[in-house]
């Protein structure tokens, strides 16, 4: 079982279209972080989050920090056929060592033309 | 480009075969990591060195084990492979700072392939 819950699995939508991706835990995390895979490389790190209820914006990304720091979103805005890839939420427990990063299982976005 | 480099790209051996992985930390990074992905664990972290020190350990089985060398580079050794340990095994880096936002760089990975 993993200790974060990825939801969707997969997502296939249409370029312009908007999609979100769930992350969510029964477990408290000192900071949370989303990557994008591509295959045959390693995830790619795209935002931290640290303080509850915190949202971060990177151009068409929404990243958004439950306040119990339990869950987080990613929004993508009119998506492009670049977006493609595999999504990944991954936390640092609270307590935990702070490089001890547990993964989600992954949200897999294909955009199409 | 990670800055991260892991080497072999892929490997392909037999069942109770041993091998290592080698991976090399970005410039100024003193954290090595080691994760392993499979189809059907997702990444699961292995363990952590700072400095030549072991920092954290995840679910690691007895049979591999790691070390950081003295000019920071690290190693993976697996032993005695089962077919089940066929997986994607990435290496990351960071700084090592105590901080939430002290962000991990994930080199490109070796593919084990065990028959």
């Known amino acids: 079982t993993q200790l974060l819950e990825q939801s969707p699995q997969f997502l296939s939508i249409q370029e312009g279209e908007n999609l979100t991706v769930y992350c969510n835990s029964s477990s408290v995390f000192s900071s949370l972080q989303w990557y994008r895979q591509e295959p045959g490389e390693g995830p790619v790190l795209l935002v931290t989050v640290v303080t509850g209820g915190e949202v971060k914006k990177l151009k068409r990304l929404t990243f958004q920090f439950g306040d119990a720091r339990k869950d987080s979103s990613l929004h993508i805005t009119a998506a492009q056929t670049g977006d493609t890839g595999l999504y990944l939420c991954?936390?640092?427990?609270?307590?935990?060592?702070?490089?001890?990063?547990?993964f989600g299982a992954g949200t897999q976005v294909v955009v199409t033309p | 480009d990670s800055g991260v480099t892991q080497t072999p790209k892929h490997l392909i051996t037999a069942t109770g075969q041993r091998v290592t992985l080698r991976c090399s930390p970005r410039?100024?990074?003193?954290?090595v990591y080691w994760y392993q992905q499979s189809l059907d664990q997702g990444l699961q972290f292995l363990i952590q060195?700072?400095?030549?020190?072991?920092?954290a350990k995840g679910n690691i089985l007895e049979r591999f084990s790691a070390q950081q060398f003295p000019d920071l580079h690290s190693e993976l050794n697996l032993s005695s492979l089962e077919l089940g340990d066929s997986a994607l095994y990435f290496c990351a880096s960071s700084l090592g700072t105590s901080g939430r936002t002290d962000t991990q760089y994930f080199g490109p990975g070796t593919r084990l392939t065990v028959l």
């Open positions: 410039s100024g990074d003193l954290s």
């Open positions: 060195y700072y400095n030549g020190e072991e920092r």
């Open positions: 991954a936390g640092a427990i609270k307590g935990d060592s702070w490089g001890k990063l547990q």
